[in-house]
């Protein structure tokens, strides 16, 4: 649909993106000149350059996708400004007291790995123990295992 002929919607809505990409490509620190952002791209600079007119013109949905790839972007951030701007794993709040207890756990397993071959049934009563909530007072032997 020629620019001109679109709706309030469709007008405010390519406004919205021309204004994520200005604010990505052509500002800050890596700015981009609208040349290179076309050469990245793989686009005329014709083509590149009506997006950043009044009124803007629209990427299509190929190019949308090229976009959010390039710059590794979620696509719901660049079409409806939702979201976190760029791809990844959602940050995830960390409870500390469950990771060392996990990282503990981990080095435990992997001592009575190793030991389970060289004492076989102290590694049993100590199982036992770990099971019970019980943990041994004294130490088991003077060696520690291979690191």
Avoid: C
């Amino acid at each position: 649909m020629p620019r001109e002929q679109r709706g309030p919607v469709e007008r405010k809505l390519a406004k919205a993106i021309r204004e994520r990409l200005r604010e990505h490509y052509l500002k800050g620190p890596d700015a981009l000149s609208q040349r290179e952002l076309a050469e990245r791209l793989q686009l005329t600079f014709q083509t590149v350059n009506a997006w950043f007119r009044n009124p803007p013109a629209m990427p299509d949905v190929a190019t949308l996708h090229k976009i959010a790839r390039l710059a590794n972007w979620n696509l719901n951030y660049l079409l409806l400004g939702e979201g976190e701007p760029l791809r990844g794993p959602v940050p995830v709040p960390i409870d500390e007291s469950a990771l060392l207890r996990r990282h503990a756990e981990a080095e435990i397993l992997r001592y009575l790995t190793w030991r389970r071959e060289r004492e076989p049934d102290a590694v049993r009563q100590l199982e036992a123990d770990l099971k019970t909530g019980l943990l041994p007072s004294g130490r088991w032997g003077d060696r520690s295992p291979p690191g």
